[in-house]
């Protein structure tokens, strides 16, 4: 079975454009994950959608960073007005969200940004 | 605030070592905590999780020690190989779907 893809897988873009970075979760998974790994660091949490229920923005650095998630499948990251340090990989996951207490998130493999 | 310290940044050893990642948490609300092992150019991968309620578990090569007292829990790999060397993250959440919470990463190498 397909896991979770992102696209694009690169992208470089201009300080001050607009970017939009996309996902496609695990098919049936109803939990979806934005992270930020900038370069030697950990992992950031930007945003988490479950299901119906409104997402949770907690992570979002600034209101340039918006993410939408359509017919509670493929999200949309989007970076607007893009600064230099935006450049990170962002990676998406996704999980079952069902009763189990031990659920697994499943990454994809990033889309590393550069923002020159 | 970062609520999941983990050292070493860095770590090298031969081939059949025992490296040994640490991990530090600061929120008693956290209860689920996984190790992730990213190889370059690739997403984070789960290799193994744990629970608070057990102080150790196994999977193959790759053993978590938990103490909930202290707050810390680590990843300890027996008998390691090149094929191991990677980056490894350990996290923390509560609940498993939840948001996770990352250490700053464990960059290993195996030599041969």
């Known amino acids: 079975g397909a896991g979770v893809s992102q696209s694009p897988s690169n992208k470089v873009t201009e300080k001050g454009k607009d970017v939009e970075l996309r996902c496609d979760p695990i098919?049936?998974?109803?939990?979806l994950y934005w992270y930020r790994q900038s370069l030697g660091q950990g992992l950031e949490f930007l945003i988490y959608?479950?299901?119906?229920?409104?997402?949770?923005k907690s992570g979002l650095p600034s209101d340039r960073f918006s993410a939408e998630r359509t017919g509670g499948s493929v999200s949309t990251l989007t970076i607007q007005r893009t600064q230099q340090e935006d450049s990170a990989v962002y990676l998406c996951?996704?999980?079952?969200?069902?009763?189990?207490?031990?659920?697994?998130?499943?990454f994809g493999p990033g889309t590393r940004l550069l923002v020159l | 605030q970062q609520q999941v310290k983990q050292s070493p940044q860095s770590l090298i050893v031969q081939k059949g070592g025992i490296p040994i990642i640490n991990c530090a948490y600061e929120?008693?609300?956290?209860?689920?905590f996984p190790w992730y092992q990213q190889f370059p150019g690739k997403g984070p991968a789960l290799l193994i999780a744990?629970?608070?309620?057990?102080s150790e578990k196994k999977e193959g090569r790759f053993t978590i020690s938990f103490n909930k007292s202290a707050k810390q829990f680590s990843l300890h790999i027996m008998d390691s190989q090149p094929g191991d060397s990677a980056t490894y993250f350990c996290?923390?959440?509560?609940?498993?779907?939840?948001?996770?919470?990352f250490g700053t990463g464990t960059r290993l190498l195996v030599s041969p």
């Open positions: 996290a923390a959440s509560k609940g498993g779907f939840q948001k996770l919470v």
């Open positions: 929120n008693t609300a956290f209860d689920y």
């Open positions: 098919s049936g998974h109803t939990a």
């Open positions: 744990i629970r608070p309620d057990v």
């Open positions: 959608f479950q299901g119906n229920s409104a997402p949770d």
């Open positions: 996951a996704s999980s079952f969200s069902g009763t189990s207490l031990q659920e697994t998130q499943y």
